[in-house]
C-alpha cells in the first residue's frame, strides 16, 4: 500500500495534465484502448475557469448488484425505518472511515435502471472524508445541489431513485468493470471534461512522463499560436 506521501507525489506528477495526454501515455506503454472510459460516463458540471471539476486520485471501488427484496407496502414510520436499515446492512458503502485522502470513489452500478448511486449528501460526506471526487457507470441524483457543491462527479445518468428496494452492495475495494474498463482498487483515474481514464498503479510513472512531454509541447506550440493572434496567454499555456 502506497503512504500517503508517495501518493501525493504521484497525484503532483499528473496536476494539470489533461486527459488527453494521459491517454497518449498509455498509448505510449503499450496499452492503446485501455482503461478509457465510453464518452458518455461524462462529468456533471465543468469549471471553464479553474478547471476545478478535474479529478487526480486513487481508486476507492465498490460494486453494486440489483436486489432481489422489496419493501412491500407498510406504514411511513416502518417503512422510515427499512429504508435506515437497509443503508446500515445492504447497502452502507462506501463507508467513510475507510477513505483515504486523494481517493476517488469508483462505483460499479452495473445496468441497474432507477438508482442514484451519488447524491448530494453522501458525495459531500466523501469529500469531507478525503476524496476528492466520484466515478459511476451508474446514476447520481441532487444534482442542482451536487453542482452548486462543486462536488466532481462524473456518471453515466441522471436518476431518481434511492439504494433501498434497488440495490445491494457486492463488494468493496475489489476489481470492478465500469464503462467496459477494468479498475483495481488503488489504480490511478484522472478525469476532465473529455471524460475518465484509469492508469495501473504499476505503469503511473510511465504514463506520466509521456504525458507531461505531450503536455509541454502542446503548450509551446499553442503559446506561438496565441502571440501570434494577439491572445494574452492564460494557465492553459503558461
Known amino acids: 500500500m502506497l503512504s500517503d506521501d508517495e501518493?501525493?507525489?504521484?497525484?503532483?506528477?499528473?496536476?494539470g495534465l489533461r486527459v488527453t495526454d494521459v491517454n497518449d501515455g498509455m498509448d505510449a506503454v503499450g496499452l492503446q484502448d485501455i482503461g478509457t472510459m465510453p464518452g458518455d460516463i461524462r462529468p456533471l458540471w465543468r469549471d471553464l475557469n479553474a478547471f476545478s471539476h478535474r479529478i487526480y486520485g486513487f481508486a476507492h471501488t465498490v460494486r453494486f448488484l440489483p436486489t432481489n427484496k422489496r419493501a412491500g407496502r407498510m406504514p411511513t414510520d416502518q417503512f422510515r425505518k427499512w429504508v435506515a436499515d437497509w443503508y446500515t446492512t445492504l447497502a452502507n458503502a462506501p463507508i467513510a472511515a475507510d477513505i483515504r485522502e486523494l481517493d476517488v470513489i469508483v462505483l460499479d452500478?452495473?445496468?441497474?435502471?432507477?438508482?442514484?448511486?451519488?447524491?448530494s449528501y453522501?458525495?459531500?460526506?466523501?469529500?469531507?472524508?478525503?476524496?476528492v471526487g466520484a466515478v459511476t457507470n451508474g446514476g447520481c441524483r441532487d444534482t442542482d445541489e451536487i453542482i452548486r457543491q462543486k462536488v466532481p462527479v462524473y456518471s453515466r445518468h441522471v436518476r431518481h431513485g434511492i439504494r433501498p428496494g434497488r440495490v445491494e452492495v457486492d463488494g468493496i475495494n475489489i476489481p470492478v468493470s465500469v464503462g467496459g474498463v477494468m479498475v483495481r482498487p488503488g489504480d490511478f483515474v484522472a478525469a476532465d471534461g473529455d471524460g475518465v481514464v484509469i492508469v495501473p498503479i504499476?505503469?503511473?510513472?510511465?504514463?506520466?512522463s509521456?504525458?507531461?512531454?505531450?503536455?509541454?509541447?502542446?503548450?509551446?506550440g499553442r503559446r506561438g499560436f496565441f502571440d501570434h493572434l494577439g491572445m494574452p496567454h492564460d494557465f492553459t499555456v503558461s
Open 7 to 15: 501518493r501525493k507525489r504521484i497525484v503532483g506528477l499528473f496536476e
Open 210 to 220: 509521456y504525458a507531461r512531454e505531450v503536455q509541454e509541447a502542446d503548450k509551446k
Open 122 to 131: 453522501n458525495s459531500l460526506e466523501w469529500i469531507d472524508a478525503g476524496a
Open 109 to 119: 452500478g452495473g445496468e441497474i435502471p432507477d438508482c442514484g448511486f451519488i447524491g
Open 202 to 208: 504499476e505503469l503511473v510513472e510511465e504514463v506520466a
